[in-house]
Structure formats: structure tokens, C-alpha cells
């Protein structure tokens, strides 16, 4: 079993619609990561949090400590939303662990 | 330059060649990742370093790799007598902040895609 699961794998959607990508991890975490890959490789980091909620514009993120569960959600999705979204913990805030990613298409 | 900047971007070598990949960090960024992304998996961890020190190599997946940092701030990433599964993309990251600091989120660059024959 991985340390870092995400679901769903691939999630295809249309324009508008509310969007959540989950990600739950089974070991002790200093914080945890939302990244954004698009094709060609790039990675932006979206979010780090260790607690609570961080909103930035249409994205917004909730971790749960206890549950060891974080959300990616984003509203009024949009075409260029689409991309790999990635799930990843950080330990002793050293190396970061990742996910498998979720594939998300936003169709117009 | 504003970003981590990799090079080559795009690497076809045939297998039993040596390959280096080279790593240009942000400025003043203390901490150095290397990360192997196969196709359709998330990133793995291949190794670390704090200014010139590889503090963790834990993640190379064999002794054909090798990497290094010698001044601090450039790194190259070398596989020697490449095999096809060395294929994928090979990212790295550097962060400000020293472990154990409050900040460190990673700035990846665009990645090097490796092709093995």
C-alpha cells in the first residue's frame, strides 16, 4: 500500500462543475502538498498546509490531521483547470512523498 | 533566472550510454532535490542535498546513479550505463529554508525527459 493514495485516478467534468480530488496518507506528516503538473512536466505548487483550510481564488484545500485526509477542491471549473493534480507529505520537512496523481479534464 | 532551470529538456540515449542531467536551482536556495516521474505515476524521491552535502541518497535506485553538488549550487545527476527502465522524467527542486524551518516549499523545474533505446 502506498503512504500517499489519491482518488480519483482520472476525473473528467464539465465546465462549471464542482470539482474534489481527495488524498489520504498513512504516515506522520511536518505538512502536506497540492501540486499542479500540466503536460510537458511543469509542477507549480498549489498549496502547503499542516492544518485547517487555505483558499486562493478558485482553489481551495482542508487538510484533516486526526483523519489523515486532505481535499483539492475547485470551484467553476474551467477548461484550463485541466491538468495532473498531485498529492504530496513532506516529513521532517525534508523529501516529499507523492501520490499517483489525479487526472482531471474539464470539458467546455 | 527566476526559476530552477534544467537541462537538456528532452535526452534520447541509447542503452549502456552514460547520461548527465543538470540542475540549475533558484538562487540562494539551500536545498536541492532529485525526483524520477515514470509515465503516469506520481514523482519518486532519488536524492537530496543541503548546499553541497548529500544528505540523503536513500532514493537512487541503483549504483549507476550518482549525483553531486560540489560548489552548493549547480548539481548534475549522472546514470551511467543506462537501461530502458531509466526511461521517464527526471525533475528537480530546490527550496530556501534549511530542514526543520517553517517554509520550505519546493520550486520544481520543467524536468528532463529521458528516452532510453
Known amino acids: 500500500k502506498n503512504e500517499v493514495e489519491q482518488s480519483p485516478q482520472n476525473l473528467t467534468a464539465q465546465e462549471g462543475e464542482f470539482i474534489t480530488i481527495n488524498c489520504s496518507y498513512s504516515v506522520g506528516i511536518s505538512a502536506l502538498h497540492w501540486l499542479q503538473q500540466h503536460p510537458g512536466g511543469g509542477i507549480v505548487s498549489l498549496f502547503m498546509l499542516s492544518s485547517g483550510k487555505k483558499k486562493h481564488g478558485r482553489l481551495i484545500a482542508t487538510i484533516n490531521i486526526q483523519e489523515k485526509h486532505s481535499s483539492l477542491h475547485i470551484t467553476a471549473s474551467h477548461p484550463r483547470d485541466s491538468a495532473v493534480y498531485i498529492c504530496?507529505?513532506?516529513?521532517?520537512?525534508?523529501?516529499?512523498?507523492f501520490g499517483q496523481g489525479t487526472r482531471l479534464t474539464i470539458n467546455p | 533566472g527566476a526559476g530552477v532551470s534544467q537541462s537538456p529538456r528532452y535526452k534520447v540515449a541509447k542503452r549502456g550510454q552514460d547520461v548527465a542531467l543538470r540542475c540549475d536551482p533558484i538562487s540562494g536556495h539551500v536545498s536541492l532535490f532529485w525526483y524520477q516521474q515514470a509515465l503516469g505515476q506520481g514523482p519518486e524521491f532519488l536524492t537530496y542535498?543541503?548546499?553541497?552535502?548529500?544528505?540523503?541518497k536513500s532514493g537512487l535506485p541503483s549504483d549507476r546513479f550518482f549525483a553531486e553538488r560540489p560548489e552548493g549550487s549547480v548539481s548534475t545527476l549522472k546514470i551511467q550505463r543506462t537501461q530502458q527502465e531509466d526511461s521517464a522524467v527526471y525533475l528537480c527542486a530546490s527550496t530556501l529554508g534549511h530542514p526543520g524551518s517553517s517554509y520550505n516549499e519546493q520550486f520544481f523545474g520543467p524536468g528532463t525527459r529521458l528516452t532510453v533505446l
Open positions: 504530496a507529505v513532506s516529513q521532517g520537512a525534508q523529501k516529499l512523498v
Open positions: 542535498f543541503q548546499n553541497e552535502a548529500q544528505l540523503d
